[in-house]
């Protein structure tokens, strides 16, 4: 396949900011139900069910693992679907009841069960859930690559995406704040959490649905390709495999500061309503800092944001390390800076995966989109089933007990986890980010050689 560039013949067809917002309102619904899970299963597992430690994280990630195994098969049926909706919007349209009923599954807690009977329960719960969570939001992440080929629409779209991801985050963490507070009891509580954000999920699914377009199916990409075209493709693909690499190793460091908010808050610090306050400063702060990552993205580029982010996320956990802080208020300050961090991958991730896809068909003369989704969600849900197993075998390591007072030497531990495991993935992540080839100039200049190609 010729890989030169050839000179552009125009530019992408920009969206308006009606497109733009109407796309990213779907990541409010999945993070009602994907923050959902990464901030409050782990715990749910351990002091309300009662699992063991190392019991809850096995569970938690063998959930994740089948969650990380359905994403690339539903990225190869996803490419397949023919509808009058498009190829990826009828899923917006139909998968919201099932997913919303997964979810209330997903966080029953039955009265007076066995620990078998329960794991049982909790398996049952993964794996339907997670089954039904990839068959809408694998699609809804490919329909970025289908809306534009604009790499600056689709920074704008990635912004967007992450805003009401955070708000998402940030409705999840007030109503579980709410009504934890308000309830008999934490099972019933959780329990609450899930239907509330079922309907709301659905609901707003149905907009974006709605609100969303799809550009016909071009007659020289309708050709079904084989699984062997497909790897090819992706193999081929080498800002693809950097990107792949990079977030599951961010991924599987940065879920674990999410998942011990409460732990350390409770523990350490004796205040849980505190670590719920620490989680809302961590979603608010994502209505400044994604606009801002944004207008740094546009101004110059992802993998620059993608390392700037890093250097803060860093400074943040050393901080916790180094000056441990001893009032919750500057411990809410500290995990604040933190997000401050974590806020800029969103952005330069989602706003980069789609131009790996023009990259990859330039490459190979094959366009691959819900695939290259797919593996990436994969790697993302590996991670977060890597960090369930270290977390849960640490916390086993460090004596912890759950809804017990916990010793020094147990609160010194707890503490490096959050600090040594996070810092671990994101340095790792950093380095690999360093090789990513596309800027914004050269992405332009793939994608008007693509319409060259087939132009001429």
């Avoid at 803060?312 to 919750?328: E, K």
Wanted: proline share 4%; net charge neutral; aromatic share 14%.
């Amino acid at each position: 396949m010729n890989t030169k560039l050839a000179p552009a013949p125009k530019a992408p067809t920009s969206l308006g900011w009606g497109q733009k917002i109407g796309y990213g309102s779907g990541d409010f619904a999945f993070n009602l139900y994907w923050q959902g899970v990464s901030l409050y299963l782990f715990y749910f597992y351990t002091d309300v069910l009662g699992l063991p430690n190392a019991l809850a994280g096995m569970i938690y990630a063998i959930g994740s693992m089948w969650d990380a195994i359905t994403d690339p098969a539903m990225g190869y049926v996803a490419e397949r679907t023919r509808s009058r909706w498009g190829l990826y919007r009828p899923y917006l349209l139909f998968v919201p009841i099932p997913l919303a009923l997964s979810y209330l599954l997903l966080f029953w807690s039955p009265n007076g069960q066995s620990i078998p009977l329960l794991v049982a329960m909790a398996l049952a719960g993964q794996f339907i859930f997670r089954l039904v969570f990839t068959i809408g939001s694998t699609p809804y992440s490919s329909l970025m690559a289908r809306m534009t080929s604009s790499s600056k629409d689709r920074a704008g779209m990635a912004g967007a995406r992450m805003v009401f991801a955070y708000m998402g985050s940030f409705a999840v963490v007030l109503l579980a704040g709410f009504l934890l507070e308000r309830a008999e009891n934490d099972a019933q509580g959780f329990f609450y959490l899930a239907v509330v954000s079922g309907v709301l999920a659905s609901v707003i699914l149905w907009l974006c649905f709605a609100v969303c377009r799809e550009p016909a199916e071009d007659p020289q990409n309708s050709h079904q390709l084989s699984l062997r075209q497909t790897f090819a493709s992706m193999r081929a693909n080498t800002p693809f495999l950097i990107a792949f690499s990079a977030i599951l190793l961010m991924v599987a460091g940065a879920t674990v500061i999410s998942k011990t908010v409460l732990y350390v808050f409770e523990y350490e610090m004796g205040d849980r309503a505190a670590g719920s306050t620490a989680l809302l400063y961590f979603t608010l702060s994502g209505f400044v800092v994604i606009p801002l990552w944004t207008f740094i993205t546009l101004k110059t580029s992802k993998r620059f944001v993608w390392m700037a982010g890093s250097v803060i996320s860093v400074i943040g956990l050393l901080a916790l390390w180094f000056n441990p802080a001893q009032s919750i208020e500057l411990m809410q300050m500290n995990y604040l800076l933190i997000a401050v961090g974590v806020g800029a991958y969103g952005v330069t991730f989602w706003g980069m995966l789609p131009d790996t896809v023009e990259y990859g068909e330039w490459r190979s003369g094959v366009r691959v989109e819900s695939m290259i989704f797919g593996a990436v969600t994969f790697a993302q849900k590996t991670a977060v089933a890597l960090s369930a197993i270290i977390l849960g075998l640490l916390l086993d390591v460090i004596g912890y007990q759950a809804n017990a007072v916990q010793t020094a030497d147990t609160i010194l531990g707890l503490r490096a986890i959050v600090v040594f495991v996070p810092l671990t993935g994101i340095l790792l992540s950093v380095w690999v980010m360093a090789y990513y080839p596309l800027s914004p100039q050269r992405h332009a200049a793939i994608v008007a050689d693509i319409e060259a190609r087939k132009a001429g």
